[in-house]
């Protein structure tokens, strides 16, 4: 093998060495751009995952009993904007009710339709929607699953 030869050679895996070393680079980046979008979601959802809202059953001062809305904010920051979705009859037009703004640590009441007392079990989670202090719009279902709405 001639010296020209040995060099070709060295300087096929110096380029195959140099397109490996690019190829793992850019994977390498890539993932790290995977995960932070992952953290930034996961801050981003920080806030909201902290919003429940529930119907119970409470006692009125003089006695009588009543369905109520609750709205808790367990996170650090305020909540804007909040509603709850009101389901609709037949051909009614969707109603929510809106209660604004909900303090960092606190829990808001609200009556519900005194007509839902007849169908009344237990405490259940109801629909929410919300502004988070980004000004990100959430919604969180009967179920409890949370999303970003449009």
Same mark, same amino acid.
């Given at each position: 093998?001639? /010296?020209?030869?040995?060099?070709?050679?060295?300087?096929?895996?110096?380029?195959?060495?140099?397109?490996? !070393?690019?190829?793992?680079?850019?994977?390498?980046?890539?993932?790290?751009? %995977?995960?932070?979008?992952? *953290? !930034?979601?996961?801050?981003?959802? /920080?806030? !909201?995952?902290?919003?429940?809202?529930?119907?119970?059953?409470? %006692?009125?001062?003089?006695?009588?009993?009543?369905?109520? =809305?609750?709205?808790?904010?367990?996170?650090?920051?305020?909540?804007?904007?909040?509603?709850?979705?009101?389901? /609709?009859?037949?051909?009614?037009?969707?109603?929510?009710?809106?209660?604004?703004?909900?303090?960092?640590?606190?829990?808001?009441?609200? /009556?519900?339709?005194?007509?839902?007392?007849?169908?009344?079990?237990?405490?259940?989670?109801?629909?929410?929607? =919300?502004?988070?202090? !980004?000004?990100? *719009?959430?919604?969180?279902?009967?179920?409890?699953?949370?999303?970003?709405?449009?």
């Amino acid at each position: 093998m001639d /010296s020209d030869a040995i060099s070709a050679l060295a300087d096929s895996f110096g380029a195959v060495g140099t397109v490996g !070393a690019f190829l793992v680079g850019f994977l390498l980046l890539r993932r790290e751009h %995977r995960r932070e979008a992952e *953290r !930034a979601d996961d801050e981003r959802r /920080s806030q !909201a995952e902290r919003i429940s809202a529930w119907i119970e059953l409470t %006692r009125k001062l003089d006695g009588g009993r009543e369905l109520a =809305f609750h709205i808790h904010n367990a996170s650090a920051m305020p909540i804007y904007e909040v509603e709850l979705p009101l389901p /609709s009859r037949g051909d009614q037009k969707p109603d929510s009710e809106f209660v604004g703004l909900v303090p960092p640590g606190q829990t808001i009441q609200r /009556s519900a339709p005194a007509e839902w007392l007849r169908s009344y079990v237990e405490p259940e989670p109801v629909q929410i929607e =919300f502004l988070d202090s !980004a000004g990100r *719009r959430w919604s969180r279902d009967e179920q409890g699953a949370l999303s970003r709405a449009e």
